[in-house]
């Protein structure tokens, strides 16, 4: 027996890239990903601190929850941390992901692995998500490399250096959304999200 899908989640992040993604995923299933500044401008979360992504996702939806549950109107919620993790960096930047992106940027990343034979990288993404009554959790992967050269203007974060290991061989910036998105950790995520609750396939 399927579960009743939701007609509406309110995702809350301040990167409209992350909202385009969740969209065009959920689509398929007929369900809208709306920001959740649509109904509260004024959400404090303080930034957790944590080992993995999923820790930090399940803190900030609970920080968020205290903060809009009345305003949800039965709707559901979702939040998202997401990090890049390299192999032959210990799984750096991780959960500092956001942090190194916006201090040292992709070029910093490349000149720490000119030296590294090994490139291999991947991408992962947790959601936790509140269906009106709990609090469920889900990862997605995406297996990729490190490219050494920037490449394609479309994306954000990462995407210009990361090369998916089912794709082509073009980075995610390379991509059309649709592309992306086919592949991406956040889809896989949002994919599991599918199956935990037994909606109908995607």
């Given at each position: 027996m399927h579960r009743e899908k939701p007609e509406l989640i309110f995702f809350?992040?301040?990167?409209?890239?992350?909202?385009?993604?969740?969209?065009?995923?959920?689509?398929?299933?007929?369900?809208?990903?709306?920001?959740?500044?649509d109904i509260s401008s004024s959400i404090s979360v303080v930034e957790p601190q944590g080992e993995n992504c999923a820790q930090i996702a399940h803190s900030k939806i609970m920080q968020v929850l205290d903060s809009v549950e009345d305003e949800l109107n039965g709707n559901w919620l979702m939040v998202e941390?997401?990090?890049?993790?390299?192999?032959?960096?210990?799984?750096?930047?991780?959960?500092?992901?956001?942090?190194?992106?916006?201090?040292?940027?992709?070029?910093?990343?490349?000149?720490?692995?000119?030296?590294?034979?090994?490139?291999?990288?991947?991408?992962?993404?947790?959601?936790?998500?509140?269906?009106?009554?709990?609090?469920?959790?889900v990862q997605g992967h995406?297996?990729?490399?490190?490219?050494?050269?920037?490449?394609?203007?479309?994306?954000?974060?990462?995407?210009?250096?990361?090369i998916p290991e089912a794709g082509d061989d073009r980075t995610f910036s390379e991509m059309t959304l649709l592309e992306k998105t086919a592949l991406s950790h956040r889809t896989m995520a949002l994919k599991m999200m599918v199956e935990k609750l037994n909606f109908p396939s995607m």
């Open positions: 809350h992040t301040g990167n409209e890239h992350k909202l385009d993604e969740a969209s065009q995923v959920m689509s398929e299933l007929q369900i809208k990903i709306r920001s959740l500044k941390d997401s990090g890049l993790f390299i192999d032959a960096l210990g799984g750096f930047p991780g959960v500092y992901s956001s942090y190194v992106h916006s201090t040292v940027g992709n070029e910093g990343i490349v000149k720490l692995l000119e030296e590294s034979k090994d490139k291999s990288a991947r991408y992962i993404s947790s959601i936790s998500f509140w269906d009106g009554e709990r609090i469920h959790s995406c297996k990729g490399r490190i490219s050494l050269e920037s490449r394609g203007d479309s994306g954000f974060g990462y995407d210009p250096i990361f």
